[in-house]
């Protein structure tokens, strides 16, 4: 069964400090994996698709076949990096999504 | 362009009663989804819409319904309201999701009392 676990529900850094948010998944086909930020009051946005291999706002994540994750990453954290993150796993039309990982960067 | 808008914001319902809530999807956007997210939570897939038809569902009760317009919009119906049917509901949009992913509206919050 397709399955998104992130581990960390709530994860705390200061600022300049890395972080790293981790994401597993379990899919027996291809996966298309993405990160979702929903920024407090704001409505759920795209980051980043592994499709792209780009790195936005400062983020990356590479995908890890054999270990089947997913983890975003981020060497220098901001204070405006403060918000919820969800990884998502694309299998067929459906979207699954982990329980998020509240990041908070303490200035 | 206004993205992925939802209507209504709130809602309170009483437990029984029906609901339908609505999205109209980001210009150029022909895929819609529906998704519940209860508190602390990630969003909960219920089904997609495309071509006016269900082309996939989550794992809902047939309380959950939903329909497709042709100009794309869609609306999400739920039946004899539960307790635990209180959550926000987010719709989602896409024209090719392995490229671009979803676009994701801010969501209906249903409260049922």
């Known amino acids: 069964a397709q399955r998104v676990t992130q581990p960390e529900k709530l994860l705390s850094v200061f600022k300049g400090a890395p972080v790293e948010l981790k994401c597993n998944y379990s899919y027996s086909g291809s996966p298309e994996l993405f990160w979702y930020v929903q920024y407090s009051r704001q409505r759920l946005q795209l980051l980043l698709r592994h499709i792209s291999r780009e790195s936005i706002k400062g983020f990356t994540a590479d995908l890890n076949k054999g270990e089947t994750s997913f983890h975003l990453k981020k060497p220098f954290a901001q204070e405006e990096d403060s918000a919820m993150y969800y990884c998502a796993l694309s299998a067929g039309n459906q979207f699954y999504f982990g329980t998020g990982t509240s990041l908070t960067v303490i200035p | 362009d206004a993205g992925v808008t939802q209507s209504p914001t709130h809602l309170i319902k009483t437990r029984g009663q029906q609901v339908t809530l609505r999205c109209s999807p980001k210009?150029?956007?022909?895929?819609v989804s529906w998704y519940q997210q209860a508190l602390g939570q990630g969003p909960q897939f219920i089904f997609q819409y495309y071509e006016e038809e269900e082309r996939q569902r989550g794992n809902f009760p047939d309380r959950f319904s939903g329909h497709q317009f042709p100009n794309y919009s869609s609306e999400l119906n739920v039946n004899a309201l539960l307790l635990g049917d209180s959550a926000l509901y987010l719709c989602?949009?896409?024209?090719?999701?392995?490229?671009?992913?979803?676009?994701f509206g801010s969501g209906t919050r249903l409260t049922v009392v």
């Open positions: 210009s150029g956007h022909d895929t």
């Open positions: 989602a949009s896409s024209a090719d999701r392995r490229v671009y992913g979803y676009t």
